[in-house]
């Protein structure tokens, strides 16, 4: 595995203009790739679309259903026994019946968590994959820079380019470019941040 650097695109034409002084800095195509990132929920890595099996903010969502039709059963089998005069020996049962069904609602919205939202009753929310730490949409090029290549631009020279020509987000990562394809992307891997990102430069006069 080579290390990567990769940086996002707002335009087609910026990526068409860095690649072309990768080459004149002598860079080999085949270190070089260059792809589309769909925005967030739709890579289409399920055959039914998006990118997860299950929700990140729905994960909890049985827990609560669980405490909601406990919760709530019991509180409509109570209410029920007062309708016993009226409905007879089957009010604690419709009640807890009802309550269970009105609980699980309640108990599953509860704990359902809006985008951003970290556990912070856990120790790696900071870490949560609920947590905004996903990729922008664009343009993303990227370059295999852990390879032996005397007649190549160093690492800081890459970056530099990347950043004349508009180059956001630029991550570092460990993988394969072969071909000009990164093989073992993972668009739903928490991207790693190359150093505090400076200015941008202004894109080079041609």
């Not at 990526?15 to 004149?24: G, S």
């Not at 020279?157 to 394969?176: K, L, S, T, W």
């Amino acid at each position: 595995m080579a290390r990567i650097i990769a940086a996002r695109f707002q335009e087609q034409e910026q990526v068409t203009q860095v690649l072309e002084a990768m080459q004149d800095a002598g860079v080999a195509q085949e270190r070089v790739s260059s792809f589309y990132v769909n925005p967030p929920g739709q890579h289409n890595l399920y055959s039914i679309g998006g990118d997860r099996e299950d929700s990140p903010g729905a994960h909890e969502t049985g827990t609560g259903v669980a405490t909601g039709v406990a919760t709530g059963g019991a509180v409509g089998a109570a209410v029920g026994l007062t309708g016993v005069p009226v409905f007879g020996p089957v009010g604690p049962a419709v009640g807890a019946l009802v309550g269970a069904h009105i609980g699980g609602l309640i108990g599953s919205l509860s704990q359902m968590k809006e985008k951003g939202e970290t556990e912070a009753s856990t120790p790696e929310a900071a870490g949560s994959d609920n947590a905004m730490h996903q990729r922008k949409a664009g343009m993303m090029l990227a370059v295999a820079v852990g390879v032996a290549d005397p007649a190549g631009p160093d690492e800081d020279e890459i970056v530099r380019i990347m950043r004349v020509f508009g180059g956001h987000d630029i991550e570092e990562a460990e993988g394969n470019i072969v071909s000009g394809n990164w093989e073992d992307f993972d668009p739903l891997s928490a991207p790693r941040p190359l150093g505090a990102t400076s200015a941008l430069v202004s894109p080079a006069a041609h």
